[in-house]
């Protein structure tokens, strides 16, 4: 059965003006199909319940902090690619899960079409909800291709985005300050 990406990005090269027999073009409706299907909007299939699996007891109620965590997602406005880094940090209720969970957590939220706030709040919501949290904290620091190539003179803004919930609400000093 044909991909129908592959169907739409042709469709889009020629409604763009792109030369139908241009060999730098041969090839490219798959290449860019596969790059969305398999990369960018790869968590689509993925929910935060699969991407975190099953927590582990946990009796030490230390706070949890992961900073750095490298993300790419997909602005649903402009269908341009952001990216930056994630940083988590939860208070257990007596179950954790192994920090590259919490990179699996954000690669599944992130690989879609979604807007930085939103990223930011289904983070935190995730670790109240299917780890039964006490408290959630996400930063996210990141750079917008619908916002730095848009416009006459190109840009070099980066947006900042910041949440904390339960325990941790209001609290600052859980991650690291944004614009750093």
């Known amino acids: 059965m044909a991909d129908p990406l592959v169907g739409v990005v042709a469709d889009f090269l020629a409604a763009s003006g792109a030369p139908a027999g241009d060999p730098e073009l041969q090839g490219t409706p798959a290449r860019v199909a596969a790059l969305w299907r398999d990369n960018l909007l ?4 993925t929910s935060a319940a699969e991407a975190l699996g ?3 007891p946990d009796a030490s109620g230390a706070l949890i902090t992961v900073t750095d965590i490298p993300f790419h997602s997909v602005c649903p406005h402009h269908l341009l690619p952001s990216f930056g880094v994630v940083h988590l940090a939860y208070e257990p209720n007596g179950q954790i ?8 957590l ?19 919501d995730a670790l109240m909800t299917h780890l039964g949290a006490r408290g959630a ?3 996210i620091e990141a750079t917008h291709l619908c916002l730095v190539l848009r416009g006459r003179e ?5 947006a900042f985005t910041r949440l904390t919930r339960g325990t941790l609400d209001g609290r600052t000093d859980v991650l690291p300050p944004v614009g750093r």
């Open 97 to 104: 899960v192994g920090f590259g969970a919490l990179e699996k």
């Open 42 to 45: 790869a968590g689509q299939r």
């Open 154 to 158: 190109p840009r070099t803004a980066r």
């Open 106 to 124: 954000v690669h599944a939220l992130s690989r879609r079409l979604i807007l930085q706030e939103a990223l930011t709040a289904e983070l935190a």
């Open 54 to 56: 099953e927590p582990s």
């Open 137 to 139: 904290a996400c930063a």
